[in-house]
Every structure is written in C-alpha cells, then in structure tokens.
C-alpha cells in the first residue's frame, strides 16, 4: 500500500523550532520529488517547498525562505522540513506530498497531515 | 489572494452538470499542466486529474477537466452526494518559482 505518514507536529513558541519527518512506504522515495504543502485552519492550499529526487536541488515559498530546510534520506525512505524563527502565520496543517516523475507536478501521493500551531 | 482565481462556491442538485473555472496568467496555467484536486472535510486533498492526460485511477468518469489560454475548468457529470468536497487547481509558475493553488471552490449538493 502506498502511504507517506508525518509526524514531529505540535505546540510551539513564536520564534521555536520543529522538525516534521514523513516516512513514505509502498512505492519507489528515490524517483519522487517531494514537496510541502501547507493548509492554514479552515482556509486553502498552500505549496511550502519542493526537493528533487536526489536532494540536489530544493526551492521554497517567498514565505518561508530563509526559515524552513526541506531534506531527504532516500535510503531511511524519509523527508524532513526544519522549520525554525516560526510565526504565529505558520501555523497549519503540514502535508507531505510525492510527486511522480515527469508529471508535471501532479501530487499524486498525499500523508495525512501534521498539526503545526504557533501560539504563546 | 491566491495566484489562481476560482469561484469560492458551485452548487447543483443530484445528477446537474457543475463546472468549476480557474483562471490564471502566462506564467502559470498558459504554460504549464493545471492539477486538480478534492479535498473531502477532515481529510487530505487528492488528486483527481490534469490537463496532461494524467488522471487518478479510480476517479469517475463524470469528472472532467479542459483548459484553454490562461484558464482551466473541472466539470461534473451527473453530480452525486458524494462529490461534495473542496477542489483546487494548481499549477507551477515560472515568475514566482513555486506551485500556486487556486483558492478553492466548495461544491455542495443540494
């Protein structure tokens, strides 16, 4: 079965720091890029940041540059985005998504989320 | 604001036509494949299809997509409950070096 399940969500200071993982089983990490996309409380979809399939090359939204570290282990099967300095405004659902090879950016594989609220 | 501009609402009763638009520029949909996804209440988005003959298995026929220029629509054939959801178009945009979505539309069944 195809799943990519995160974790490392959680309560958090203005100004703190999370690390999200996503482990991803039942399809091939290493051909995929990955991205994060993030979906405020009760509002839309948000792309956060993309990797390519070896790590080589990464990208992020005007938003969070500077901030949050998107990474990969292929061989732990495993995405990361570090997120640090975070705002009140980061706080979301943050999901993992598998983008297939030459797909022009369909996110075909979806987690299920994680909870990242900012709060004092 | 979002990048993509889509009606935040569409409604119909079981078995109407609904079309949803998104409406975009030259940097997003006029030069790249549109994505779109439903996101049902509580759950995480998933992709239905794109404009690259790209289409999730699973997902019925009644759904549909085209585009043309600067703007892509999702149609639904002989809507059903089950089809209430959210849905979103994306794209990758060349200007601002990112993927975009649409704002989202939520589509009710009456």
């Known amino acids: 079965e195809v799943q990519m399940l995160e974790s490392g969500g959680g309560l958090v200071q203005p100004g703190g720091s999370l690390r999200l993982s996503c482990a991803a089983s039942g399809f091939t990490l290493s051909s995929y890029w990955m991205h994060w996309v993030r979906q405020p409380p009760g509002k839309g979809l948000v792309w956060v940041s993309r990797?390519?399939?070896?790590?080589?090359?990464?990208s992020y939204a005007d938003s969070v540059k500077g901030r949050f570290t998107i990474s990969r282990d292929n061989s732990k099967k495993t995405l990361y985005l570090q997120l640090n300095n975070l705002r009140v405004e980061d706080t979301a659902v943050y999901y993992c998504?598998?983008?297939?090879?030459?797909?022009?950016?369909?996110?075909?594989?979806w987690g299920q989320g994680t909870m990242v609220n900012v709060s004092s | 604001q979002s990048v993509l501009t889509q009606p935040p609402s569409a409604s119909g009763t079981p078995g109407q036509r609904v079309t949803i638009s998104c409406s975009g520029g030259t940097s997003n949909i006029g030069r790249h494949a549109v994505n779109w996804y439903q996101q049902v209440p509580g759950t995480a988005p998933k992709f239905l299809m794109n404009?690259?003959?790209q289409r999730s298995s699973g997902v019925p026929d009644r759904f549909s997509d085209s585009s043309s220029g600067t703007s892509a629509s999702l149609a639904i054939n002989g809507l059903q409950s089950e089809d209430e959801a959210h849905y979103y178009c994306a794209a990758w945009d060349d200007r601002l070096n990112a993927v975009v979505f649409g704002g989202g539309t939520k589509v009710t069944v009456l």
């Open positions: 990797i390519n399939s070896d790590g080589s090359s990464t």
């Open positions: 404009n690259n003959n």
């Open positions: 998504v598998g983008d297939p090879p030459q797909s022009g950016y369909a996110f075909a594989i």
